[in-house]
Nanobody, 115 residues
Framework: VQLQASGGGLVQAGGSLRLSCTAS????????MGWYRQAPGKQRELVAG???????NYADAVKGRFTISRDNAKNTVALQMNSLKAEDTAVYYC??????????WGKGTQVTVSS
């Protein structure tokens, strides 16, 4: 499975960004998909996840501001990020969890929120 993410960038606090990730390869192996982030000096953390059936979950820090969506026909997962805060600054990684329990990762995309 290969994951290609796009959509990061620089935005002012209060602004919005949309991240997108497209999966290719053995996509039939993919169960859940999601987004993680890693800020400098911190561990990688889950931002939002979505199952193959569309059930989603969010980190408390982003609830009400971020929305994850998935298009199984296009093999994409997106993260709409609104009301961005400086503490959302991080490298964001697309993730796919296979039915075999493996994690697949895309290259990170930088999100920088200026205060």
């Amino acid at each position: 499975v290969q994951l290609q993410a796009s959509g990061g960038g620089l935005v002012q606090a209060g602004g919005s960004l949309r991240l997108s990730c497209t999966a290719s390869g053995d996509i039939f192996r993919i169960n859940a998909m999601g987004w993680y982030r890693q800020a400098p000096g911190k561990q990688r953390e889950l931002v939002a996840g979505i199952s193959s059936g569309g059930s989603s979950n969010y980190a408390d820090a982003v609830k009400g501001r971020f929305t994850i969506s998935r298009d199984n026909a296009k093999n994409t997962v997106a993260l709409q990020m609104n009301s961005l805060k400086a503490e959302d600054t991080a490298v964001y990684y697309c993730n796919a969890k296979t039915y075999y329990g493996m994690d697949e990762w895309g290259k990170g995309t930088q999100v920088t929120v200026s205060s």
